[in-house]
């Protein structure tokens, strides 16, 4: 079975992002999707993407994580598969779609995409970190500086604890200059340090509000992929309106046999 696909990544986040439209592609085999996401015998990628048809939104996008598994919501997935789902013609330039975590819209200028996230209604403070579910769980703390934390140890041994029984994202950020902080992620999934993630970008600028560290509405992240910025109103410990945005790229188009 030969499947056509498209490599997208946002702000160094990548995906395999396939039409099914169809609902032909094989989605309960994980281990066809982990291995069409292998950076040495596949084509490489953090996740993988459907995009599929549905009755009240322009589309549904279906994330999975490298491992195979059904995965939660994806910011920078959300945008690419917007940008993806326009060269497409699946829409135009704006749209309602729906993901993991309940609908969500888009829209693109060129190759910056904008898309909605999820209301945060809660959050924890857990030890040294803030928790917070932003479509996916993710934990946040703050740092002097990111460059110097072992990030893929402390993460890992961060998945041994038995109240994550899921696995969890894990977050450091460091003030950087003119007001763009730093920020690293280790995504669970893929179990290893992602160049971006988008959801792990919304829980960095919440968690930079509620430690009263920048209480702006509009707070920009330095991944090491790109920047990525997010907009959100605050009321009390609540926050809503939420806007990913950043760059998209589509890298190449392609065909495989699986």
């Known amino acids: 079975m030969k499947i056509r696909f ?7 986040n990548d995906f395999i992002i396939i039409n ?17 996401c292998d950076r040495k015998f596949g084509i490489g990628a953090d996740g993988l993407i459907l995009i599929e048809k549905h009755l009240k939104f322009h ?25 993806f789902s326009m060269l497409n013609k699946l829409i135009k330039n704006k749209t309602n779609f729906l993901a993991f ?11 910056l ?26 934990l946040v703390k703050c740092v002097d500086d990111i460059n110097s934390i072992d990030i893929i140890k ?24 003119d007001d763009v902080y730093n920020i690293r992620t280790y995504e669970r999934g893929v179990e290893d340090e992602t160049l971006s993630c988008g959801t792990g970008a919304v829980a960095a600028a919440i ?15 330095k991944t090491r992929g790109g920047i990525l910025t997010v907009n959100l109103k605050r009321s009390k410990n609540i926050f809503k309106n939420i806007y990913l945005s950043g760059s998209v790229n589509r890298v190449f188009d392609g065909s495989i046999e699986i």
């Open 6 to 12: 498209t490599k997208y990544h946002g702000t160094g």
């Open 20 to 36: 099914n439209i169809s609902n032909s592609f094989p989605k309960d085999n994980s281990e066809v999707i982990s291995k069409l």
């Open 59 to 83: 589309f549904e996008m279906i994330y999975y994580n490298s491992d195979g598994n059904l995965g939660s919501m994806c910011g920078n997935g959300a945008r690419c598969s917007i940008h």
């Open 101 to 111: 975590d309940g609908s969500h819209t888009g829209s693109v200028i060129d190759n």
């Open 113 to 138: 995409v904008n898309v909605s996230m999820s209301d945060v209604l809660s959050f924890q403070k857990l030890d040294d970190f803030i928790l917070v579910d932003t479509g996916s769980p993710h």
């Open 154 to 177: 402390i993460s890992r041994e961060i998945q041994k604890d038995h109240r994550f029984k899921n696995g969890v994202n894990v977050n450091f950020i460091s003030e950087g200059i």
């Open 207 to 221: 968690s930079l509000n509620i430690l009263s560290l920048n209480n702006s509405n509009c707070i920009k992240l």
